[in-house]
């Protein structure tokens, strides 16, 4: 997983509440489990009208926003079904951080587990980044101190440090278990070696 340490891009405003997990990636695209590819199917139902043209209403078929980073989102981003897919498809489409003031439990966790950051944020501070993004603002996030900075205004944001911890040395829960894999390879030697000496008649 790619660590996240800072980030600097164009901010996109999605202020509707609820966005669930198939609106950001519908369930026919769900049959592959390859993480590329994906993200020219991210909001296929927005991007894209009944004849599968691009449908320049919406802000990610806008520029400068066809290069977001980053989205500013309306509350309880990310709920519905938990397909891990959704977060594939952000972080395809180039999404690596999304800021909201409240997330779906479990396309919470599964963002920190692919590598894209979910800022949770009071409301005040959600609107005025996103009355901020709408002028197509470059916004820049780093982690290491928790800070928003954008056209010179700075917020603070909270997040669990375990969490922090991994996304900052780019460790997914494959890459945590191997950090322990001198103790687990001597485990398993201790292990194999007690298991041959267990009397035939036991084994």
């Known amino acids: 997983m790619e660590a996240f340490k800072k980030l600097t891009g164009i901010v996109a405003s ?6 669930d997990t198939d609106a950001i990636i519908p369930k026919q ?8 590819g994906l993200g020219k199917y991210l909001f296929y139902d927005k991007r894209y009208d009944n ?12 520029e400068p926003w066809t290069k977001s ?3 500013v989102a309306g509350d309880n981003f990310g709920c ?25 439990d479990i396309f919470y966790n599964n963002c920190f587990k692919n590598g894209i950051l979910p800022i949770v944020v009071d409301e005040a501070t959600r609107d005025e ?6 002028e197509a603002a470059e916004l820049s996030i780093n982690l290491e101190d928790q800070s928003i900075i954008i056209q010179n205004k700075v917020f603070y944001f909270d997040i669990d440090p375990y969490r922090k911890e991994c996304l900052i040395k ?5 890459g945590v278990t191997l950090k322990n894999r001198d103790s687990i390879y001597n485990y398993e030697q201790e292990f194999n070696k007690n ?3 267990i009397p035939n008649k036991i084994k």
Do not use: M
């Not at 780019?170 to 494959?174: A, P, S």
């Open 170 to 174: 780019g460790l997914d829960d494959v």
């Open 129 to 134: 980044i996103s009355a901020l993004a709408s």
């Open 14 to 19: 999605l202020p509707q509440v609820n966005i």
């Open 51 to 62: 004849n599968d043209k691009l449908n320049k209403d919406f802000i990610l078929n806008k």
């Open 80 to 104: 519905g079904s938990s397909r891990e897919h959704a977060p594939w498809a952000l972080l395809d489409f180039g999404i690596k951080s999304v800021i909201s003031t409240s997330f779906a």
């Open 195 to 197: 298991l041959w000496n």
């Open 29 to 36: 695209f769900l049959k592959t489990i390859e993480r590329i």
């Open 69 to 71: 980073s980053v989205i």
